[in-house]
C-alpha cells in the first residue's frame, strides 16, 4: 500500500476541522499550544517510517504514558495486578470518583486516573522508590522507542501538581480503602512526571511494536512481556482506551489505541504497525479531535481495521 | 488447523467446570434446562462446519436476538440510529436504570436490554406493526443461518412477560422521555418474542457469517449490509457485547461475541469462522461459564485472536 | 393575634411575585392553569377560619393526597408499613428512579412518588380492591375536612395515565422487587385519582386538624390515628414533605408541611392549627413558589415555627 | 415533670442494650473506649441540671463539633454561607463522594463531613490563620458551656490525621472544583482538632442552651446569633443531624440533635432545655445506639416532641 499517499491525503482532509477542536486548558503548560498543529507517522516492523505534518515536534504524552507503566506492572505482577485494578470500560468520565467510591477503591482498569496511579504505586513498591520508578519507566520508554534523549518537562509536571486535586481526591479514595501502598504525594507526583514525558509522533509510533508484535520488539528483538501480555493489554485498549468514548473509537476507528490530553493518539494494528498521530485540539471526550478523524481515515482508506 | 481436534479437546477441558455454573431462574421455562449440557460449533466461509456435543440441541438464543435486530435496525436507520441509541458500554449490568434516566432515557448500547427494546422500537416503527416487524426479524434469522424451521417458543416468551417488570420499567422509563415510539407492552412483547427464538450451535455459528466477512453471506452471497456496518457491530460486540463483563471477555477471549442468559454464545473470527459455543449454566455476570472458557481456550489453542 | 391581619398583609407582600413561578406543564388538564391566582386560609381548632384570596376555588390537590393515603396505611399496618417504605429523605428529585434502583425496590419514604405509589398498593391489599381504596380514601378526606362534595376529577387523573410513563417505570421497577402486590395499572391508576382530588384552602386547612391535634380531630372528637403516628406523620412531613427542597421548607419556614405540583402546600402548627395555601405557579423544585414565600412570612410574623 | 425520675427510667430501660453497640474502631483512641458506659444530662434556663450515669466522664465529642463551626460560620457569613455550603439533607452516608462529585463540590449540609470541612475552611478565611480558627472555636465553646477547662486531645486528632484519607479525598474534591480557600492540609487539620474536642454530657446539654432559646444564652444573657439563625440551625440539626438516619431520629425522637462518633448526642427543646446522652456503642448508622433509645423514651415520657 502507498502509506505516504494515504497519509498525505489524510492531513489534506482534516486540515478544515483543525481550528474545531480545544487544547487542553486546565495547566497553563498545556492551554498555551497552538491548536492548529498536526502529525501522522506510521511505523512498520522493519523500520520503515512514513510521516506527515510536524512529526518532529514534542507533546506532552500525558494518559499515553498508561499504556508504559501498564505494561511494566504486568510484566511485575502479572495477573495478580487484577487484584488492585480491572479491565472493565468504566462507561464514566476518565477523573470520576463515583464508581471508585462504589467500588469500594478499586479502579475500573488501568486507563483512567485512579487506574494509573494505582498502577504507579504498583511500580513505585515494586522498585522500592518514587525516583527508581520514574527512572525505570523512563528508561523503559527510551528503550522502546529507540530514543535516548526522551525526558519529562518539569514545568508541566510541576503545574499539574499544583492543579491535581482531582488527583489527589482519587489516590486519597484509593489509600482510604487501603488500595494503595506509598505515600499519596509521592504517587501522584510520580504519575504527573510520567505524564508529563515528551515525544513526538515518529518515536511514540515505534514505540508501539512491541504491543503490535506480541510484546517483542520486531527490530531489536527485544522480549519485553509475553504474546498472551501483548493481546491483553491491546483488548483493554480498546475497550477502555478513550475514556468515556471507548465504544464510539471501537465503533470508527476499530483499533486498540490510546489518547492524550496533550492531543496525541496512539494505535496498533496487529502483525503490522504502529501509529501515531497527534494534534492539541481537543473534542468533548478529552480526546484529540483531528487526531480521531485522521485514524478513522486511516483505517476507512487502508481497511486495516480489526473487525 | 485441526479444529475437530482443538474442539474434542476443549470439550474435555471444560468437562470439569459443568457442575459450576447456574442456569437463569428468573422464569421456569429456563429454570429447568439441565446445567450438565455444553456444545460448540465453527462453521467456515465455505460452509464447513465443525461440532463437539450436543450441537443439535435446541435453546433459547435470548439476548443473542440483540445481534440480529440491531442489524436490521443499522441496515434501515443507518447512523440515524445513533440518535435513539448509544454505542458506549454501559459500565452497569444490563437491566440497569440508573444510567438510563442520568442519561435521559437514551440508552447505552444496543446490546444492554434498554437498547434492545429502543431498537426493537425502531424495527416496529420501520415495519409499521409489532406482528410483521416479529415476523420479519424472524425470516431473517432463518436466511442467515440457512435453516426455515427455526421459530420462537411461546411458553417462554408468554413466561418473560408475566415476569418482565424490569424490562416494562426500563421501556416505561424511555417512553416518558420520548424515546419510544410505540405502546410498551407491543416493544416489550415482541422484544421478548425474539428473546424466545431457539436455535443450536449448528444454526447459531452460520449465522455469524455475514459478520466475519464484511455483512455479505461468503456460501449465498447475499448481501445484508455495508461492510462498514458489519465492522462496526463487530466493535460493539466486542466492548458491549458481555454486559458488566465485556472488557474480561475482550481481555481472555479477545473476539467480538455476545452472550445470553440461555447459556449461549456467539463470535466471529473477522475473515474466517463463525463460532458458537453453549452451555447453560452461568457465571455471575450471566454469561454461560463453560461457554467463556471454550472460547478463552480456542483462542488461545490457535492464536485466533484479533489482538 | 390578629390572623386576618397578618394574612392581608402577606397578600399584599406576596403579590409582585405571582408572575414568577410556572404552573406544571407536563398534562393539558394542569398547564391551562391561571399562575396569577392566591390564597391562603388558616383554620383554628375551634373551626375558625380566616381566609385571604380565592379561597372557594378549586384546585388539584396531586401530592398533598399523599399525606393522606400515608395517613390510612399507618392506621392499618403500623410499624409494619416500614418494610415497604421508609421513612428518610431521599436527596434526590420525587420521582427518581436511581436510589429505587440502589435500594432494591424500597422507597425512600411515602411523600416520593414510588413511596406513595407503594402505599396505595397497601391500601388496595387492605381494601380488597383498587375501587374500595379509592372511594374509601376519598370518604377520609371528606371528613377529615367536613365537606361531602369533595370529588375527583376523572379528566385529570385520565391525562394523569396517559402521560404518566414514569410513574409506570416506577410501579413496574418495585414490581420486580416483589415490592408490589397488585397490578401495576391498578396501583397506579387508583394513586393518579387520588392526586386529581380537588379541594380549596378551606377545606384542606380544615383537613390538618387532626395532625395538629395528635390524630384527634379536635371538632368531632373523632380520633383517626394515635398521637405517636400523628406526631410522626408531621416529622415526615418535615423531613421529606417537599422533594429535594425538604431541608429549604424546614430551614425558611420551620413546619411540618406538604406540597402539591397543583400549587397547594398544607402545613401544621402542632397544638394551633391547620394551614393551606396555594398559587399555582411553581418554583424550580416543583413547589409553589408564592405559597413557600406565604409560609415562610407566616411564620416569621407570627414567630410560630415549631424550632 | 419529675425529670430526675424519668432520667433514672431511661437508665434502667436502657441497661441491657449497652452491650449491642460496637464502638468506633477507625482509630486507635476511639476503639479502647468501654461501650459499657451511659450518661445523660438536661439543663434547664435557670441552670438546673439533671444528670444519671458518668455525668463527669469526658468524651470525644466529634461531630457534634460540626453544630459549633456552623453556628460560627453563619454567624460572620450570614446567607452567604450558603453559596459555598448547603442545607438539604443528603440521602447518603456522612462521607460518600458521589453527591458531592455530581454535585461539583458543593456539600450538601454543614453536618456531613465534607460541609463541616468547608464550614472551617470559611472560618480559617475569616480569622486568617488555621490557628486563629481553632483557638477561637475553642474559646466559643468554653463560653456557650460556661468550662474554661474544656481543650482538644492531640492524641485523637493526630491519629486521626493519620487515618483521614477519606476526609483528605473529599478536601481534594472541593479544591478542585474551586470551593476551598485554604490549604487542605490546614483546613483538615483544623477540623479533626475541633472534632477531638472532650466534653462531658452537663457540659454538653449546657452547651446547647443558645439553640433553645433563640440564639441567646438564657443564663448569661449573651447574644450569640439571630433568633432566625438560631431557629435555622435547629432546623438544620433536625434534617440532617444524623446523617443517613436523620429521618428517622426525627421520627423516633422528634427533636432537632446531632450526634457524633464517639457516641454523644446533643438535643434541643425549643424555649426550654438543652439535652445531652452519651454511650459510645454505635448502631449501623454511625449513631449512638443507646443514645438514641435514650432520647426517644425521653420525649415519649414527657410528650416533649416538637411535633
Redesign the interface.
Known sequence: MDYQSILAEIEQEVFPLLERGKVANYIPALAEVNPKQFAMTITLFDGTQYSVGQADALFSIQSISKVFTFTLALKFYGTELYKRV???????PFN????L??EKGKP??PFINAGAINVTDALISHYGSAQVAYKEVLEFIRAISDEKSITSNDVVSASEMEHG??N???A??M??FNNLDNR?ADVVGTYFKHCAVEMNTKTLSRAMLYLANDGVDPISGQIYITA?Q???I???M???GHY?????F???V?L?GKSGVGGGIVAVI?EKMGICVWSPGLNENGNSLVGTKALELFT?KTGL???
Open positions: 480491572g479491565h472493565e470500560p468504566s462507561g464514566n470520576s470518583l463515583v464508581q467510591e462504589y475500573r482498569n486535586f482531582r489527589l481526591a482519587l486519597n479514595l489509600k482510604s499519596v498472551s501483548s493481546k491483553r491491546n483488548a483493554v480498546l475497550t477502555c468515556d468514548a471507548s465504544g464510539d471501537a465503533f470508527n476499530g486498540p496487529p476507512t481495521s480489526i473487525f
